[in-house]
């Protein structure tokens, strides 16, 4: 029963019910203890009907007017205003109670629009689209969450699309020695400046968004730092260090934009199509795609090459490098050392790591050794000899080196040269 008289004469009310928090108090009547009972009943069976009765559509649309909703950037809410489009016009109509019962229904969502083609390039839709519409649809879920229209997200029970091999790219030399010498092409901007932006997105460890967003005030040369304002990781801001390769590129960009747009408060710029009401040119944040477009039709990296491609090398090499994990975060900004382990996905190895895999083989090898001698047969004069030399010693790591010699295994151990 949940309500329980103890020994002490005081009253426990005890309301276990799957999915929600379990409650547990005692009181000094039966009375309140009954009232706080039925109260705790009659909420959950609320939120339960409150969710019942609210659809997928009607909480996006509470989403997108919410506060949280505010708070991201212009970017983050109007890539999910698009994104959410195909998913409403499929599940809109479904109640967050049964999305949440019913998983499935946002996996065979997925198994469809996996085979959707596109109408713009002919081609089935790619595995980035479809994880932000997802994407999409997480963020709606976690809003309910917040406001107690569910229990949980339910887009963590389905299995998204896959990443890719491109997401797991690395950046040889062979592409880095071309980004630095095409960043010397004066008479190239244009082109220069795609190579200086993406070069430094391998010395800076930042998302490509931040760089684009860089302000020219926010850089102070002398401290040998920059701010990067409202990131994705609560919007806050971060200051990271400028190494002297990083300096020299952000210095020769700098130089460049006071040229090409000395009316831009960015480092990087883009300008806009249209000018503004008093026929002045509009700068914005730079657009790093057509950028990167123009590398690679260029020829200066592959065709497989992306902008964050340089944030995983930069942070792959500072794991290979041995950095510890909270170094790395301060300079990229992760909100958890979970998160960086994402981006090594086998491509990088720690130095310890390394050196314990190298242990592990050096005792499989002293095995092997062993297990071959046997094989060779016990009654062999000097393989008895070689066994009782090795299993005298007690420390493994001076056990004698085999060696042959002259047609004949001849032990190596302490005191013992080779003749």
Not at 172 to 180: D, K, V
Not at 367 to 391: F, N, Q, T, Y
């Amino acid at each position: 029963m949940p309500v329980i008289e103890l020994k002490n004469g005081r009253w426990r009310v005890q309301v276990r019910r799957k999915g929600y928090p379990t409650y547990d108090r005692c009181f000094a009547s039966a009375g309140e203890a009954r009232a706080a009972e039925a109260k705790v009943v009659a909420d959950q069976s609320a939120l339960r009907q409150q969710s019942a009765d609210v659809t997928l559509a009607e909480a996006w649309q509470r989403y997108a007017e919410s506060y949280e909703f505010s708070l991201k950037s212009e970017e983050t809410r109007k890539t999910e205003r698009g994104r959410i489009k195909p998913v409403m016009a499929a599940l809109g109509g479904y109640s967050l109670a049964v999305l949440q019962e019913s998983p499935d229904l946002v996996s065979d969502y997925i198994d469809r629009r996996s085979r959707t083609i596109s109408k713009r390039t002919g081609k089935k839709l790619s595995a980035t689209s479809l994880r932000l519409e997802i994407a999409a649809l997480a963020a709606v879920a976690i809003w309910g969450v917040k406001r107690r229209l569910l229990r949980k997200n339910f887009t963590l029970d389905v299995q998204r699309p896959g990443k890719g091999e491109k997401r797991k790219r690395r950046v040889p030399p062979l592409e880095l020695g071309l980004l630095e010498r095409m960043t010397t092409f004066v008479d190239r901007p244009r082109l220069a400046e795609a190579a200086r932006f993406v070069l430094l997105l391998r010395f800076l460890g930042c998302r490509p968004g931040e760089l684009a967003g860089l302000q020219r005030a926010d850089i102070r040369f002398l401290e040998r730092d920059v701010t990067f304002r409202g990131t994705k990781h609560r919007r806050e801001d971060r200051l990271v260090h400028m190494t002297q390769r990083a300096a020299n590129l952000i210095d020769g960009q700098y130089s460049a934009g006071l040229r090409s747009a000395p009316d831009s408060r960015y480092l990087f710029s883009t300008r806009r199509r249209h000018r503004d009401d008093q026929g002045r040119i509009v700068w914005e944040k730079y657009r790093y795609a057509p950028g990167v477009l123009r590398l690679r039709e260029e020829g200066v990296v592959g065709p497989t090459f992306h902008a964050h491609a340089m944030r995983r090398e930069y942070i792959s090499r500072a794991i290979e490098a041995g950095l510890p994990y909270a170094t790395i975060r301060k300079q990229t900004g992760h909100h958890s050392t979970q998160a960086i382990e994402i981006y090594d996905e086998g491509l990088s190895t720690a130095p310890d790591v390394r050196e314990q895999i190298d242990a592990h083989e050096s005792a499989l090898d002293r095995e092997l050794l062993l297990g071959w001698i046997e094989a060779m047969g016990p009654d062999h004069p000097v393989i008895k000899e070689v066994l009782a030399s090795l299993r005298a010693l007690d420390d493994p790591g001076k056990w004698a080196q085999i060696q042959r010699a002259n047609g004949e295994m001849v032990p190596m151990g302490p005191g013992k040269r080779r003749k």
